[in-house]
């Protein structure tokens, strides 16, 4: 339901024949599940990112020579997002660092739950925008985790997931999909307890960047709901375009104060700190 109006065809027929509008032999139309959009691909994008991340993470192992845990240097040379790096010009570690991971147990966590949370969303929302919510809501974890501790390193693929899920129940909530009512509430209490725990144990386990589940569940929230108002159906593409400019230019906007606010002048390109940065130690999880 969207502004009081159903797009479910088959409801539409369902509540005319209730008022008897409709004769009572009136063929019933036949129709797919609607909640279920299929795509014509045989592959999801959904695969095709769980297939980057296990590609970027086996590169790192044969580059390192291990699977249980990289170094902080490590990270860093394949994207983490290090706050020194990041704000003096290396922009693109917002994005890189989503696809990259600690050790195999970090990257066993994150793409189960990519594998089945990123499926229920890009099944909802389509394809296009699935990868504009996941890949936007990446960004804005990454910008909350370098302003909450600019020295620090982060790495993974869960701010984007922590995205996803706000976006799901704010749309959800505002009434976007054709959903029954008994899945829409065992939906959304999943979708609550994920985000629920895993902030607890994100609160109480060292090591784990809070800071992007925090800030990748907003940047989904508002995605969301402004999807949900504004552009509910999938013919509204120019409209979602727009909405996801302007959270795009928003996160920019947010990128430039801190720049600012850290005394650093705005510029783009390899950092001029790249070779004192990567000190030994170790880099937070966003998992």
């Given at each position: 339901?969207s502004f ?22 009136a063929?019933?139309r ?11 691909a ?7 990112i ?12 044969l ?31 917002l994005?890189?660092?989503v ?10 966590f ?6 089945n949370l ?5 099944s909802?929302y389509?394809?296009w925008?699935y ?21 620090g390193a982060?790495v993974?693929?869960?701010?984007a ?9 704010a749309?959800?909530?505002?009434g ?6 008994a899945?829409?509430s ?26 992007a ?11 969301g ?15 979602r ?47």
């Amino acid at each position: 339901m969207s502004f009081g109006k159903k797009i479910c065809q088959w409801c539409v027929q369902h509540e005319a024949a209730q008022r008897g509008e409709l004769a009572e032999n009136a063929p019933q139309r036949v129709m797919p599940t609607p909640w279920v959009r299929r795509e014509a691909a045989t592959i999801g994008l959904t695969q095709i990112i769980f297939g980057i991340n296990v590609a970027v993470f086996l590169g790192m192992a044969l580059a390192a020579s291990t699977i249980m845990h990289f170094s902080l240097q490590e990270t860093i040379h394949w994207g983490a997002n290090f706050g020194p790096l990041t704000l003096s010009g290396e922009w693109w570690r917002l994005l890189t660092n989503v696809f990259v991971h600690e050790g195999i147990i970090h990257i066993a966590f994150n793409m189960w739950c990519l594998w089945n949370l990123g499926a229920l969303a890009e099944s909802l929302y389509g394809r296009w925008t699935y990868a504009a919510v996941y890949l936007i809501c990446g960004v804005g974890a990454s910008l909350a985790s370098v302003a909450w501790h600019p020295g620090g390193a982060s790495v993974g693929a869960s701010g984007a997931i922590f995205g996803l899920a706000g976006a799901l129940i704010a749309a959800f909530k505002l009434g976007e999909f054709s959903v029954p009512r008994a899945a829409l509430s065992g939906t959304l209490r999943s979708l609550a307890a994920f985000v629920f725990y895993n902030l607890i144990f994100g609160a109480v386990i060292p090591g784990i960047d809070i800071a992007a589940h925090i800030g990748g569940l907003i940047t989904g929230l508002i995605l969301g709901a402004l999807i949900a108002l504004i552009a509910p159906r999938q013919d509204h593409a120019p409209r979602r375009f727009a909405v996801f400019l302007v959270v795009t230019l928003a996160l920019a906007g947010g990128a430039i104060e801190l720049a600012h606010y850290h005394g650093l002048p705005l510029r783009l390109g390899r950092s001029p700190f790249a070779r004192a940065a990567a000190a030994p130690g170790r880099c937070k999880r966003s998992c």
